[in-house]
């Protein structure tokens, strides 16, 4: 069975976009910016919510192309590219650099996708994320905390029925008070 796991930047009271999907708050150091790259290295699999689909498919596919792009965001951009993915939408019809689109059921496909052979999943996009919350299917919650309050927002959790038990795996501080905690659910 896959691992499935939520990693997102996250403001210090919780939220992983300001109000107006503003994350300007979360650009990251050089050093946290190479542990986001080596773990989308790591990763077999990345599943996408449609919004932070358009984010992404709007800039890095290109970004190794752009002028004065530095070694660590064109290594990023071929990770990105490379990297298989699946985007979860019923509103877009297409999507490219290594991806397949899935207009169904979330909660079905990444069920089965975890069922499934190969290496670990993160997921990304709030509503996707809350999905897959509701439904148990999330292993791992990895929140990179930035010392920020930005008052409202998008919440990294989702209002859940019952409580999900969690240990803690990993800590690690990165450079401007920015702190990684990674914890597993325990079933």
Not at 76 to 92: E, L, Q, Y
Not at 105 to 116: F, H, P, Q
Not at 154 to 177: A, H, I, K, M, Q
């Amino acid at each position: 069975m896959r691992k499935l796991a939520f990693g997102m930047n996250v403001s210090l009271d919780g939220y992983i976009a300001a109000p107006g999907d503003d994350i300007g708050w979360s650009t990251p150091s050089n050093e946290l910016f190479q542990w986001w790259s080596d773990r989308v290295a790591a990763t077999g699999l990345s599943l996408y919510g449609r919004k932070l689909w358009e984010t992404m498919s709007s800039h890095w596919p290109t970004a190794d192309q752009q002028p004065g792009a530095t070694p660590a965001q064109v290594e990023f951009a071929h990770r990105w590219r490379d990297m298989p993915k699946v985007v979860f939408s019923s509103t877009i019809s297409t999507v490219d650099w290594n991806t397949r689109l899935v207009a169904g059921d979330a909660v079905t496909e990444i069920s089965r996708l975890k069922a499934g052979e190969g290496g670990s999943m993160d997921i990304s996009g709030a509503t996707l994320a809350a999905a897959a919350m509701r439904a148990g299917l999330i292993d791992e919650y990895v929140m990179v905390t930035h010392p920020v309050l930005v008052g409202g927002g998008t919440p990294f959790f989702t209002v859940l029925d019952n409580w999900v038990n969690l240990s803690l795996l990993e800590t690690r501080t990165f450079p401007g008070g920015v702190l990684l905690a990674s914890y597993e659910t325990r079933r």
